[in-house]
């Protein structure tokens, strides 16, 4: 489910930096070329980080593709000092992933440096989130909005809405599948009645997720919440649920 968040959050932010102007027009672009050494236009790269408590992953996207060997991402915490032990070179950029064992609550500092430039941002891994409303195995009515309620997480910025269903005939058989999934700041999201549109469903079956991050909400006009020569967005999942 992680990598599942991970691109519906990266797809987002993509656009979100096409607003704010980070030139990232041709990261995708067939023949990027890797360089070494020199330093480039801070402006043709772009740095997104997410990290929970036992994986992290991170994506420098730019044109050209910086030295992989001069390039790297660090986390701290007070005097500890762990370097993201993995990368390797992807359509775009550069990838880095780890498992570092991190504890929910603590202030951490993520920082990255290549020939690009750097930046560095804090981030606090939020508490869990329950979901209250509907309970395991709830039946609700068609034709009604289904309103999903959780508790507030502890340092969650926003939360990440997941809902997936299957619409079945009135003798059982397999219609369509539907999903759909939201950003909010709130802590409940009603599915519209709408959504609900399978050609001569009967009834539906379903699973709803819900992750607390931390982070700047993937929006258009979002702001960076790292700092340097490279713009940079971090985001910090706490433990979810599901029902």
Not at 39 to 49: K, L, Q
Not at 64 to 71: H, M, N, T
Not at 185 to 196: E, G, H, Q
């Amino acid at each position: 489910m992680m990598v599942k968040r991970v691109w519906s959050m990266l797809s987002t932010l993509m656009f979100v930096v096409l607003v704010v102007t980070v030139s990232v027009s041709t990261i995708c672009s067939t023949g990027c070329s890797t360089e070494t050494g020199s330093t480039h236009d801070a402006n043709d790269a772009f740095f997104v980080a997410f990290v929970s408590e036992d994986h992290q992953e991170a994506y420098l996207l730019s044109d050209p593709i910086p030295d992989i060997a001069f390039s790297e991402v660090k986390v701290e915490h007070d005097t500890t000092v762990y370097t993201i032990s993995r990368k390797e070179l992807g359509l775009g950029g550069i990838y880095f992933s780890d498992t570092l064992s991190l504890s929910i609550g603590l202030q951490y500092t993520m920082i990255t440096n290549s020939p690009l430039g750097g930046c560095e941002g804090t981030f606090v891994i939020p508490d869990t989130a329950n979901i209250t409303q509907p309970a395991d195995d709830d039946t609700v009515s068609l034709g009604s909005d289904v309103l999903v309620s959780w508790n507030k997480s502890d340092n969650a910025s926003f939360y990440f809405l997941h809902y997936s269903f299957v619409g079945f005939d009135s003798t059982g058989m397999w219609l369509d599948y539907i999903s759909g999934d939201t950003f909010t700041v709130d802590t409940s999201f009603a599915i519209p009645a709408t959504f609900f549109n399978v050609d001569g469903a009967a009834y539906y079956e379903g699973l709803i997720s819900l992750y607390p991050y931390h982070g700047s909400v993937p929006e258009a006009g979002a702001t960076c919440n790292m700092q340097g020569s490279i713009k940079g967005f971090l985001y910090a999942e706490g433990e979810g649920d599901y029902v």
